[in-house]
């Protein structure tokens, strides 16, 4: 049962129409939607100048053909896809995704996301997302290089510092932005070093942009856990994935004394009672590209892998869903809350199903949503961008304490929004009507765009 005021209803039906069969994307302009009634009726300009409707509506939605050669002389053809969707507050900027289940509708869903998360760093970018249906998994390193150069060729016509800056997403780590920028260069004869963020050290980079997302995250849990009182200092907690923000999600919940006893990747997860071995994790994840399966073995006693159930079983009182959409459903947040949880952090983009956050909020969960949560890599990515425009480098420590303040600023706005609405610590609210009405400003003082 949808919880859109009435006078929303009309523009969530004409979305649903123009974007048939676009689930994820219906998904994450529900969940705003419905926590706009309030606004519309403080602001009825809004509806009058369908703000709303327009912000629904991406800027512009380029897909293209991706052909490549594969090792063995085979042609390949991949789709690749960039969603422009709103650069009000600044250039479009967002990840780019490499796997098999990209289509429209999820590129579509994380850029509208990723316009109010940007909102609401308080930093100067607009959103957007792309990436293609590849998968990269088994593929050589020239493989990918070949497939980067491929994607960068028709890519670039669309991006510019000013323009443009796409980052890393699922699949899209180091190596591959190292081959993307390469690509750029070579197309464009500059040195356009802003273009791009999550780039090397060595040729632009920013210091803990590769840790943002994840310690990001647990400053925004730590925060939410302070409002009641509590710390994640001797918590049991639960963090799906193991990718880039998964890792240094479990890092930051070790600094800050807790213990990670499970963790996963595609092929099932890994419970170890003794707190996950975070080096071999990266040396299993990272470093060999391989299956979390093999954790138990190297480990040598003590943890099991298991394909089979589901990892929200495992007793914690903390869980960091952060290996891709609707991974935790409303049983999986039934059984967290039978099991005692006290906050969820959203690590990756809309995890959790909308029935889990309403079970969550129910039962009084600290419950904080991607869009809030997880805004320190995107926060981070544009730190890369300032330094790239001031031809300069941060240290790590000023780069992470700017992360930690931006966390907490967010955090703060978040909370007081929900306050003023009569919401307090509802943080989906505070998030969506934060970011929204960031964006909505300054369309309107730019006139009808
Ligand atoms: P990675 O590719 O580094 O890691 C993704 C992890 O999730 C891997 O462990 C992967 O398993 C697992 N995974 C991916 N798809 C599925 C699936 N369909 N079912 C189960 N497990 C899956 O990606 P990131 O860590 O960068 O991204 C994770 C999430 O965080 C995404 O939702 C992304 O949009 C979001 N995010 C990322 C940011 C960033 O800075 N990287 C910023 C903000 C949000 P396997 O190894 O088997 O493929």
Redesign the pocket.
């Known amino acids: 049962m949808s919880r859109i005021d009435e006078k929303l209803v009309p523009i969530f039906e004409e979305v649903l129409r123009r974007n048939a069969g676009e689930t994820e994307f219906h998904q994450a302009v529900e969940e705003v939607l419905e926590s706009l009634g309030a606004v519309v009726a403080k602001h009825p300009e809004y509806i009058d100048n369908a703000l709303i409707e327009r912000i629904c509506e991406p800027e512009r939605q380029i897909i293209f053909r991706v052909p490549w050669v594969d090792d063995k002389g085979q042609i390949q053809i991949n789709r690749g896809f960039r969603v422009q969707f709103n650069s009000a507050l600044g250039p479009y900027k967002g ?1 780019l ?1 490499f ?1 098999p ?1 990209v289509n429209v509708g999820i590129i579509k869903f ?1 850029g509208f996301e990723q316009t109010f998360k940007n909102a609401l760093t308080g930093l100067p970018i607009g959103g957007g997302k792309g990436g293609s249906d590849f998968n990269p ?1 088994g593929r050589s390193d020239g493989e990918i290089m070949r497939f980067c150069q491929s994607l960068m060729t028709e890519l670039y016509r669309h991006l510019g510092e000013y323009t443009d800056v796409p ?7 180091a190596r591959e932005i190292g081959y993307l920028f390469g690509q750029y260069k070579r197309l464009t004869n500059r040195y356009e070093a802003g273009v791009l963020t ?1 780039k090397g050290l060595i040729y632009g980079g920013s210091r803990a942009r590769t840790e ?2 994840g310690y990001g995250t647990v400053y925004f849990i730590d925060q939410m856990m302070k409002t009641k009182g509590e710390s994640l200092e001797g918590k049991r907690v639960v963090v ?7 890792i240094y999600a479990i890092e930051k919940v070790n600094a800050f004394g807790g213990k990670v006893v499970a963790c ?4 099932g997860f890994i419970v170890d009672e003794a707190g996950i071995d975070l080096e071999l994790l990266k040396e299993i ?1 990272l470093s060999r590209r391989e ?2 399966s093999d954790y138990p073995c190297l480990k040598g006693g003590g943890a099991c892998f298991s394909e089979q159930g589901s990892m929200w079983e495992v007793p914690c009182d903390v869980a960091v869903p ?4 609707n ?1 935790l459903n409303g049983s999986d947040a039934a059984a967290l809350i039978r099991n005692g949880v006290v906050a969820v952090g959203e ?3 809309m ?1 959790c199903t909308p029935e889990a956050v309403r079970l969550f909020q129910a039962a009084g969960i600290l419950f904080g949503p ?1 869009k809030a949560a ?1 805004a320190g ?2 926060a981070t990515s544009a730190l890369e961008m300032q330094q790239n425009a001031s031809r300069d480098s941060w240290t790590f420590e000023e780069t992470e304490a700017r992360l930690e303040m931006i966390m907490r600023r967010i955090h703060d706005s978040c909370a007081e929004t929900a306050e003023s609405y009569g919401a307090p610590g509802n943080y989906v609210l505070g998030a969506n009507i934060t970011g929204f009405v960031r964006v909505a400003e300054a369309m309107q003082a730019m006139g009808v765009i």
Do not use: C, F, M, Y
Not at 240 to 246: C, D, H, T
Not at 264 to 267: K, N, T
Not at 322 to 325: E, G, I, N, R, V
């Open positions: 990840g995704r796997h289940s994380l998994r980052a890393g997403d699922i699949g899209v780590g999550g943002a997302t799906s994935g193991s990718g880039n923000v998964a996963s990747d595609s092929s994840k299956r979390i952060s290996a891709t959409q991974e690590g990756a983009n995890p991607a997880n890599g995107v």
